[in-house]
């Protein structure tokens, strides 16, 4: 093998087990819980269309298992739904509950602007 091969292989062996880095939102939600029902119907089908979804999709935790692995909060989940921030897999953010539609919007873009480099296109 030629030398720059091998630094080529080398490269693209590290940059594939290195972790990803991104911004998640996770859902921490519960069999039962009507308003994890309600944000399932209304915000789900729409949420990775959106440029919030795109910059931080969407992933889901029932929360009588905990944290999934990787994860860090800040403090425990009690209510359902709660919507968190994830970066590295370390809580930045949550919203606690769902308000409604037009509520969950305007706190999750601000939370988006306050914790990320997020970039409303709108």
């Known amino acids: 093998m030629r030398p720059i091969s091998f630094v080529l292989a080398a490269a693209l062996w590290v940059g594939a087990t290195l972790p990803a880095f991104a911004v998640e939102l996770l859902m921490v939600e519960q069999k039962g819980c009507y308003y994890c029902r309600t944000w399932n119907a209304n915000i789900a089908p729409i949420y990775p269309k959106t440029p919030e979804g795109q910059f931080a999709p969407l992933r889901r935790a029932d929360l009588r298992e905990g944290p999934p692995d990787g994860v860090t909060y800040a403090r425990p989940v009690t209510y359902t739904p709660t919507f968190i921030l994830l970066e590295d ?14 509520f969950f919007w305007g706190l999750l873009q601000m939370m988006l602007k306050e914790k990320t480099d997020f970039q409303d296109a709108g």
């Open 89 to 102: 897999g370390t809580e930045i953010g949550r919203i606690e509950g769902y308000p409604g539609e037009d």
